[in-house]
């Protein structure tokens, strides 16, 4: 039985056929696959009916030729370290999303070559952005070719003040024995050790053996860095390291904040904070993110506003005192302040 080759000779349906069936713009067509502007609901409805009906398929590469955009941001990450930054990456795409653009990700490895296809993607002119989850910048990628925003480099800087506000409190505190209890990964004690040597302050650095926030490396650390390194003030990352410290220092005898500083970074949880009376840096990754993602928006868009950054409070509980203050004085009284 021979197939008719009517449907094979039928002449593709173009915008303007959907636009004709609707009774609208081919510019309005274009908006409601785009998204860039906003339009009725039931006019979306009405253009996507059209073009199943048509059988139309906007064409992403006519598109960017014409508007010179396309509403595509790649994202590189490295296989290897996805698992740890995958709850990073789903905020970025939704962050994006919310100002409509979608994303195309890019596993590469670190080594010459691996970026081709995204390079393929960005030489034809496919993308209008790109941001590296890259742990190191990535050379081989045309970076110059599109505005492209380094999200490590974007965190370190936000930790980096964070560190920086911490540390300039802990010194005028009196304190210069700083430790850091913290999971193995994290990036706040890297910068933390820069911070700590630029301003020439003794510090033990603790990096647990334990992948993972819990009391138990919270205890060990403090017994470590407490015990035997006699460090008077401590930045803890994560609730559950912060109440293994408190265990330690409840089962030790030693006050805080009389005799021991304690501060936390990452601790967003108010009723733990109310609990313990902690210190903490106001610091979420989703505020670095939607910072990341409004530069490279503003690079795409040649935006006059650039924002410049993230700037962490510091919130002060109670747990923090001066190192002069005399052991057993549990006179301190209980501050709650914004720095």
């Not at 593709?12 to 009774?23: C, E, L, P, Q, S």
């Not at 502007?37 to 006019?43: L, N, Y």
């Not at 210069?176 to 020439?200: M, N, S, T, Y």
């Not at 470590?224 to 030790?252: M, N």
Request: net charge positive; charged share 25%; with cysteine.
């Amino acid at each position: 039985m021979k197939r008719s080759n009517a449907c094979c000779n039928r002449k593709k349906a173009t915008i303007r056929d959907v636009a004709m069936m609707v009774g609208v713009t081919p510019g309005t067509v274009s908006h409601a696959f785009s998204g860039k502007r906003a339009i009725s609901d039931k006019v979306r409805r009405q253009v996507f009916d059209a073009a199943r009906k048509l059988d139309y398929q906007p064409n992403i590469i006519a598109q960017a030729m014409r508007n010179k955009a396309t509403g595509l941001i790649g994202i590189l990450i490295d296989p290897a370290g996805l698992q740890k930054k995958q709850m990073r990456l789903a905020e970025i795409v939704t962050t994006l999303q919310m100002n409509h653009y979608d994303t195309i990700i890019g596993m590469t490895a670190q080594e010459k070559g691996s970026g081709n296809s995204m390079q393929r993607l960005i030489s034809g002119g496919l993308i209008d952005g790109m941001i590296s989850l890259l742990p190191k910048k990535f050379d081989d990628c045309p970076a110059m070719q599109v505005p492209v925003i380094d999200a490590e480099a974007e965190e370190r800087s936000n930790y980096r003040k964070a560190a920086g506000k911490v540390v300039n409190y802990f010194r005028a505190c009196g304190h210069c024995r700083i430790g850091c209890i913290a999971p193995k990964a994290h990036i706040f004690p890297q910068v933390l050790g820069d911070v700590l040597e630029e301003k020439g302050i003794w510090c033990e650095s603790e990096y647990c053996f334990e992948e993972r926030d819990s009391v138990e490396t919270g205890m060990s650390g403090a017994e470590r860095l407490i015990g035997h390194q006699s460090a008077t003030a401590v930045i803890v990352i994560g609730e559950a390291i912060a109440e293994g410290v408190y265990r330690w220092a409840s089962l030790h005898k030693i006050p805080i904040p009389a005799r021991l500083s304690l501060i936390g970074v990452d601790m967003m949880d108010e009723i733990f904070c109310r609990k313990f009376s902690l210190t903490t840096i106001r610091h979420t990754p989703g505020d670095w993110i939607q910072n990341a993602v409004n530069r490279l928006l503003c690079q795409i868009n040649r935006s006059e506003f650039m924002p410049d950054g993230i700037y962490p409070e510091l919130i002060i509980r109670g747990s923090v005192a001066s190192a002069f203050t005399e052991f057993g004085n549990t006179s301190c009284e209980m501050k709650n302040e914004i720095l």
